[in-house]
């Protein structure tokens, strides 16, 4: 897939692969060590953890990262991505796989870890982990990784008094970041830092809020396709000029309230098909990328559209 977008790159720096991928987590480059062995602790003492950070800070990373690592802390894994429609069943039969009489022999910590946990709004996801906890052949740790704080309604009528520690992640180091950013290249058969710059390149990692951000910025430099002045300048998530403006009024529509595709049809007296169209662009990244978005602009849940709560956020924090 990178050749055809980057023809050039891999043979104008002799590498046998793209260090950059933004969508590709790779475990052994994590940045948050640290954090990442108090996670380990924590699952060990069978808590219930809820890692909150933006999209593309690596959450997901962290959590594979657990799963690689899981024979050296004895842990049996269940990695489970909710995407955007999350399946109880699906989930239900997954974690039949956490109980085996090898595993009690071996005494291992049984650790569920779920990517994605914003999207889960059916409560009996959460009673059935409930119904888990409580079973003593089981008896899991908890890891929810999501770019929203924990539903404190739901969460407070299915995990009643349990705790659900809330868990920050970040910010690494420059070293650090540098240290990850050389071991990419390193493996892709590069050396070093090359072709980029110390000095420029500690700039960059300055002004990009996340990893994923960071990435995208290099793979942009090593294909030439940015210079390095623009390279560490932002491009707008929350500038919608480059959207069009039936876009732009669905956006506003969804800003004020929630709404199913037919609703919003009506609002605008145009098509079903037509809105949702426009809803399944502005939710795709393929298409928000090419425009210069970093982020959706809006997601499905339960049948309805919504402001994607990253964008959201970021939104928020522009007005303020």
């Keep these: 897939m990178l050749k055809s977008i980057f023809p050039n790159m891999l043979e104008k720096h002799g590498w046998n692969q793209n260090p950059f991928n933004p969508n590709l987590p790779e475990p052994d480059f994590l940045i948050y060590r640290r954090q990442t062995e108090e996670i380990f602790e924590k699952i060990r003492e069978n808590r219930i953890l809820w890692i909150c950070a933006p999209m593309g800070s690596g959450k997901t990373t962290i959590l594979k990262y657990i799963v690689k690592h899981s024979p050296a802390y004895n842990l049996k894994t269940l990695y489970w991505h909710c995407g955007y429609n999350p399946e109880l069943e699906d989930f239900k039969i997954r974690c039949k796989r956490l109980h085996s009489f090898f595993d009690v022999l071996k005494r291992k910590i049984r650790v569920i870890l779920i990517d994605e946990a914003n999207y889960i709004t059916d409560r009996w996801f959460f009673r059935y982990l409930v119904g888990l906890l409580d079973d003593e052949r089981i008896h899991p740790s908890v890891v929810f990784a999501s770019v929203t704080p924990p539903p404190s309604d739901l969460m407070f009528e299915t995990f009643k008094d349990r ?24 493996k892709a058969g590069g050396k070093g830092i090359e072709p980029f710059d110390e000095e420029n390149l500690r700039e960059i990692i300055r002004k990009c809020e996340t990893p994923r951000m960071l990435l995208e910025r290099l793979m942009m430099l090593a294909s030439g396709k ?41 609002t605008l007296s145009t098509s079903q098909s037509g809105v949702r169209g426009q809803l399944n662009r502005l939710g795709s990244m393929g298409f928000l990328r090419d425009k210069g978005y970093r982020m959706p602009v809006v997601e499905k849940r339960g049948g309805v559209w919504h402001i994607h709560p990253e964008f959201r956020v970021a939104s928020a924090k522009a007005k303020q």
Excluded at 163 to 186: L, Q
């Design 163 to 186: 705790h659900v520690e809330n868990i920050t992640i970040g910010p690494a180091s420059e070293d650090e970041i540098m240290s990850m950013i050389e071991g990419r290249i390193k």
């Design 226 to 266: 940015e210079t390095e002045e623009k390279a560490g300048v932002e491009k707008s998530s929350l500038d919608l000029e480059k959207l069009s403006e039936q876009q732009k009024r669905i956006v506003e529509i969804l800003s004020v309230h929630p709404m199913s595709a037919p609703e919003i049809a009506k």
